[in-house]
């Protein structure tokens, strides 16, 4: 059991920056993929980034490749989102998610959520 908390979220300018957290409580934290995901009002949740176990693997979207940055701290059991240049369309609750799986998992592999943290980017 993995239990996921996010931070960091906010009101905010585009063209600005936000770096979102999310920490786990669970002894699997450091063996798991971590992913990000994204849910706009109306749409389906969206992958963002995920980073395997020891955050040499990641990967990012196309839709915000070279915007969205994802890291890890095992020693915290956190795993970051920065993100810069936000854009109104980046709009959304950011969740965290686990996968026992590479950072090719399928959403329905992603087993633990968090409750999400809303960003909201002004024009």
């Known amino acids: 059991q993995v239990q996921l908390v996010e931070s960091g979220g906010g009101l905010v300018q585009a063209g600005g920056s936000l770096r979102l957290s999310c920490t786990a409580a669970g002894r699997t934290f450091s063996i798991a993929t971590l992913g990000w995901f994204r849910q706009a009002p109306g749409k389906e949740r969206e992958f963002v980034a995920a980073i395997n176990y020891n955050g040499m693997n990641t990967r990012v979207s196309d839709s915000v490749k070279g915007r969205f940055t994802i890291s890890r701290d095992n020693a915290k059991n956190t795993v970051y989102l920065q993100i810069n240049s936000l854009k109104p369309e980046d709009t959304a609750v950011y969740s965290c998610?686990?996968?026992?799986?590479?950072?090719?998992?399928?959403?329905?592999?992603?087993?633990?959520w968090g409750q999400g943290t809303q960003v909201t980017v002004s024009s």
């Open positions: 998610a686990v996968a026992y799986n590479s950072v090719y998992a399928l959403l329905r592999e992603y087993i633990y």
